[in-house]
């Protein structure tokens, strides 16, 4: 990079070419983001968040469990009519977003290549270029809190400002809630720069106002008067660490504890989605009932009795997330979220991922996402090459608040506050998530990009102490006085235009979000009709509808088998094998409904099992279906666990003195008619040699 002097020669003499340097790192930005959007067509999706993110987008109605800001997102592109807008926009958002990062840094007097440096992670990042093709909230949220930043901490901040900041910050809490806190952020910030209390007052009012709005209908549908629901998520976050025997809980709270040593439980998803999760084992219907209220309210009391009466375990559980955050590497224990989730996939969509596009009427985009595998090798490369690096946050997060710490302001230059700002956004996207979520390299991302640029803003703060370190103290002094007998009159400059634009704009999106064609215009169903979707389960017999046994669950036929939809958005992909075995055996009646999809049966090759409420279905091709049912079932296996006495051999089969015995490839179990069951001729289960063929992979594991 150039000297300041021989910088400030070039800016006079060719002031376009400064922008040389920052002009090339978009270019070389460009080509991983191509590559995606050739390797991955249309869009890709995330089991269960993108398929709840569509439906509601179709639908119109509220979600219980999530804000619907990103749905509205979704509705308002489907005017595309074309999902892989989607993802397009995404990229360019992102684009745009280091753009006027570089355009706020060269205004504030930066070195050029500072500018160019602030940005470059987020540009060059494989994760967040991941991120940007996948039909997840993170993006648009990113976008949402950094303009609102960048407003904030504008020259001049007015009236106009302080609307444009409250409207985009109370569309990042309808977007993502871990947005609410940082509105006091940005109100204190706001008054310590004292910019006058009407433009303080129009952010608060621009906020809250939508917010409001939000609540009320949000409390028509669910009567809590709230963006979401969160006694889910409280206590998925604590259940790995409840110890019931030290907590006073009321009695319905109680029917939350699990018995499983502290050492030895699962990590939060388990206990927000699993069916087997305490949580979810009280029956409530639909996500509107009351029963489904009141599960909310037993939730969150039992997790702010943890909270309270083990504080000590509460604050190690978060301090560790928030560390792991900043640590070296990317791994993960067995109660996190796997990093593998975040990597370009080599597989195709899987089969779960069908539905998501076909039941949301979203154009004419196929059922599955086509995946060219020289795309998938280049980016799973620049994947390990440049990601998201904990302890490069880490630094970034020092630089900013050392900056704000030692650096001076100049005259149009950078201000403390402005980095102590950013550096305290980031931080608290980071630290609310450990708080209340589990840990996830996924939500560090929207974190990363005000760290960024908190370390920026440090920097830029250092060099301006060394600039007027240099100059005479009685000059700087009197710069010092003049900048802060300016500062009263700058924020009461009034702009007339921006306040309408803000509200004619904000008018005119919301109206479009409602009269979106995603409704009235439903293209797919057409393409569908022709007998053009192709995925893995191959040609689909019928639309999705509800399940006559149980009408809060939905369910799709494919020739290859079925997709189960649960009230909750989880769904479960069974092939047509053993749906045929289900049918035979009773259905729903006998084995109940499915609590995972077929996957391949631990320690049992050749082998697919599905698991049901009251029983498994195991395929092979060599023996065909064989079912397991109680209270053998108990003794063979469950569905986190190596199955240690193989596959079952055949059906349970009735002695003449009433005992039932059934024969696995490892050993023989027997229930007498007393109820008790008995292990014999143990031995080490055999493998077979027949591959899965019949299997699909767990609809909870991204294919790796």
């Given at each position: 990079?150039?000297?300041?002097?021989?910088?400030?020669?070039?800016?006079?003499?060719?002031?376009?070419?400064?922008?040389?340097?920052?002009?090339?790192?978009?270019?070389?930005?460009?080509?991983?983001?191509?590559?995606?959007?050739?390797?991955?067509?249309?869009?890709?999706?995330?089991?269960?968040?993108?398929?709840?993110?569509?439906?509601?987008?179709?639908?119109?109605?509220?979600?219980?469990?999530?804000?619907?800001?990103?749905?509205?997102?979704?509705?308002?592109?489907?005017?595309?009519?074309?999902?892989?807008?989607?993802?397009?926009?995404?990229?360019?958002?992102?684009?745009?977003?280091?753009?006027?990062?570089?355009?706020?840094?060269?205004?504030?007097?930066?070195?050029?290549?500072?500018?160019?440096?602030?940005?470059?992670?987020?540009?060059?990042?494989?994760?967040?270029?991941?991120?940007?093709?996948?039909?997840?909230?993170?993006?648009?949220?990113?976008?949402?809190?950094?303009?609102?930043?960048?407003?904030?901490?504008?020259?001049?901040?007015?009236?106009?400002?302080?609307?444009?900041?409250?409207?985009?910050?109370?569309?990042?809490?309808?977007?993502?809630?871990?947005?609410?806190?940082?509105?006091?952020?940005?109100?204190?910030?706001?008054?310590?720069?004292?910019?006058?209390?009407?433009?303080?007052?129009?952010?608060?009012?621009?906020?809250?106002?939508?917010?409001?709005?939000?609540?009320?209908?949000?409390?028509?549908?669910?009567?809590?008067?709230?963006?979401?629901?969160?006694?889910?998520?409280?206590?998925?976050?604590?259940?790995?660490?409840?110890?019931?025997?030290?907590?006073?809980?009321?009695?319905?709270?109680?029917?939350?504890?699990?018995?499983?040593?502290?050492?030895?439980?699962?990590?939060?998803?388990?206990?927000?989605?699993?069916?087997?999760?305490?949580?979810?084992?009280?029956?409530?219907?639909?996500?509107?009932?009351?029963?489904?209220?009141?599960?909310?309210?037993?939730?969150?009391?039992?997790?702010?009795a943890v909270i309270r009466q083990q504080p000590g375990d509460?604050?190690?559980?978060?301090?560790?997330?928030?560390?792991?955050?900043?640590?070296?590497?990317?791994?993960?224990?067995?109660?996190?979220?796997?990093?593998?989730?975040?990597?370009?996939?080599?597989?195709?969509?899987?089969?779960?991922?069908?539905?998501?596009?076909?039941?949301?009427?979203?154009?004419?985009?196929?059922?599955?996402?086509?995946?060219?595998?020289?795309?998938?090798?280049?980016?799973?490369?620049?994947?390990?090459?440049?990601?998201?690096?904990?302890?490069?946050?880490?630094?970034?997060?020092?630089?900013?608040?050392?900056?704000?710490?030692?650096?001076?302001?100049?005259?149009?230059?950078?201000?403390?506050?402005?980095?102590?700002?950013?550096?305290?956004?980031?931080?608290?996207?980071?630290?609310?998530?450990?708080?209340?979520?589990?840990?996830?390299?996924?939500?560090?991302?929207?974190?990363?990009?005000?760290?960024?640029?908190?370390?920026?803003?440090?920097?830029?703060?250092?060099?301006?102490?060394?600039?007027?370190?240099?100059?005479?103290?009685?000059?700087?002094?009197?710069?010092?006085?003049?900048?802060?007998?300016?500062?009263?009159?700058?924020?009461?400059?009034?702009?007339?235009?921006?306040?309408?634009?803000?509200?004619?704009?904000?008018?005119?999106?919301?109206?479009?979000?409602?009269?979106?064609?995603?409704?009235?215009?439903?293209?797919?169903?057409?393409?569908?009709?022709?007998?053009?979707?192709?995925?893995?389960?191959?040609?689909?017999?019928?639309?999705?509808?509800?399940?006559?046994?149980?009408?809060?669950?939905?369910?799709?036929?494919?020739?290859?088998?079925?997709?189960?939809?649960?009230?909750?958005?989880?769904?479960?992909?069974?092939?047509?094998?053993?749906?045929?075995?289900?049918?035979?055996?009773?259905?729903?009646?006998?084995?109940?409904?499915?609590?995972?999809?077929?996957?391949?049966?631990?320690?049992?090759?050749?082998?697919?099992?599905?698991?049901?409420?009251?029983?498994?279905?195991?395929?092979?091709?060599?023996?065909?279906?064989?079912?397991?049912?109680?209270?053998?079932?108990?003794?063979?296996?469950?569905?986190?666990?190596?199955?240690?006495?193989?596959?079952?051999?055949?059906?349970?089969?009735?002695?003449?003195?009433?005992?039932?015995?059934?024969?696995?490839?490892?050993?023989?179990?027997?229930?007498?008619?007393?109820?008790?069951?008995?292990?014999?001729?143990?031995?080490?289960?055999g493998d077979s040699s027949e591959k899965p063929s019949d299997?699909?992979?767990?609809?909870d594991v991204r294919a790796d």
């Amino acid at each position: 990079m150039l000297p300041l002097s021989e910088e400030s020669a070039v800016r006079r003499a060719r002031p376009w070419l400064v922008h040389v340097p920052f002009a090339l790192l978009i270019a070389i930005s460009l080509v991983p983001r191509a590559i995606a959007m050739v390797g991955y067509q249309p869009v890709l999706m995330f089991y269960g968040d993108s398929f709840r993110y569509l439906t509601a987008a179709q639908s119109g109605e509220l979600l219980g469990v999530r804000p619907y800001g990103y749905s509205a997102f979704l509705r308002f592109m489907s005017w595309t009519q074309n999902i892989g807008s989607v993802s397009l926009i995404q990229h360019l958002a992102v684009i745009a977003l280091a753009i006027v990062l570089y355009a706020t840094l060269i205004e504030l007097k930066a070195p050029v290549w500072l500018a160019v440096a602030v940005p470059a992670p987020m540009l060059l990042d494989g994760y967040q270029i991941l991120i940007e093709h996948v039909a997840l909230t993170e993006v648009l949220f990113t976008c949402l809190v950094m303009g609102a930043l960048l407003v904030a901490i504008r020259q001049k901040f007015t009236l106009g400002s302080g609307l444009v900041v409250g409207v985009l910050l109370a569309a990042a809490s309808l977007t993502r809630t871990v947005a609410v806190p940082i509105v006091s952020l940005v109100v204190a910030y706001l008054v310590v720069r004292r910019v006058g209390w009407k433009a303080v007052v129009a952010c608060i009012g621009a906020f809250a106002v939508p917010v409001v709005f939000y609540c009320g209908f949000f409390s028509s549908s669910y009567g809590v008067f709230a963006i979401q629901r969160d006694g889910r998520f409280l206590y998925a976050r604590v259940a790995p660490i409840a110890d019931c025997s030290r907590l006073t809980l009321s009695k319905p709270a109680q029917r939350l504890c699990d018995s499983t040593p502290v050492n030895n439980r699962p990590g939060s998803n388990f206990y927000a989605w699993d069916r087997l999760s305490p949580f979810n084992r009280i029956a409530t219907g639909s996500d509107r009932t009351p029963g489904a209220a009141e599960r909310e309210i037993i939730a969150r009391d039992f997790a702010v009795a943890v909270i309270r009466q083990q504080p000590g375990d509460y604050a190690r559980l978060v301090m560790d997330d928030v560390v792991h955050y900043f640590s070296p590497g990317r791994f993960a224990s067995y109660q996190d979220t796997p990093p593998s989730w975040w990597s370009f996939p080599r597989t195709p969509a899987r089969p779960d991922q069908q539905i998501v596009l076909s039941g949301s009427n979203f154009a004419d985009d196929k059922a599955d996402v086509s995946l060219q595998s020289w795309a998938a090798t280049f980016l799973r490369g620049w994947q390990s090459v440049l990601g998201t690096q904990g302890l490069f946050l880490l630094l970034c997060l020092l630089l900013g608040v050392a900056g704000a710490a030692l650096g001076k302001r100049r005259k149009g230059g950078a201000r403390r506050e402005d980095a102590v700002l950013l550096a305290a956004t980031g931080a608290a996207l980071i630290f609310i998530p450990s708080a209340t979520s589990v840990f996830d390299y996924r939500y560090a991302l929207p974190a990363a990009v005000p760290i960024y640029a908190a370390a920026g803003w440090g920097l830029l703060l250092i060099f301006q102490a060394r600039h007027i370190s240099q100059v005479d103290e009685r000059f700087a002094a009197e710069l010092t006085a003049r900048e802060a007998t300016v500062a009263k009159n700058r924020h009461r400059a009034r702009n007339r235009l921006t306040p309408w634009l803000t509200t004619g704009l904000f008018t005119l999106i919301v109206g479009a979000i409602i009269a979106a064609p995603i409704q009235k215009a439903p293209a797919y169903l057409s393409y569908v009709n022709t007998g053009a979707e192709r995925g893995a389960l191959g040609y689909s017999k019928d639309s999705i509808g509800p399940l006559q046994s149980q009408p809060d669950w939905n369910i799709r036929n494919f020739d290859g088998g079925s997709i189960y939809v649960s009230p909750i958005g989880n769904t479960y992909v069974v092939t047509s094998q053993t749906m045929q075995a289900y049918a035979n055996g009773g259905g729903a009646a006998v084995f109940g409904l499915p609590i995972t999809g077929t996957a391949v049966l631990r320690r049992a090759s050749g082998e697919s099992v599905t698991w049901f409420e009251r029983g498994a279905i195991v395929v092979s091709k060599a023996r065909g279906a064989r079912a397991v049912l109680p209270p053998l079932l108990d003794e063979w296996c469950f569905p986190a666990s190596p199955c240690q006495i193989g596959a079952p051999l055949a059906n349970a089969e009735t002695q003449p003195d009433g005992t039932r015995v059934q024969r696995f490839t490892g050993g023989t179990l027997s229930v007498r008619p007393d109820g008790t069951v008995q292990q014999s001729d143990r031995k080490p289960a055999g493998d077979s040699s027949e591959k899965p063929s019949d299997a699909v992979l767990p609809p909870d594991v991204r294919a790796d």
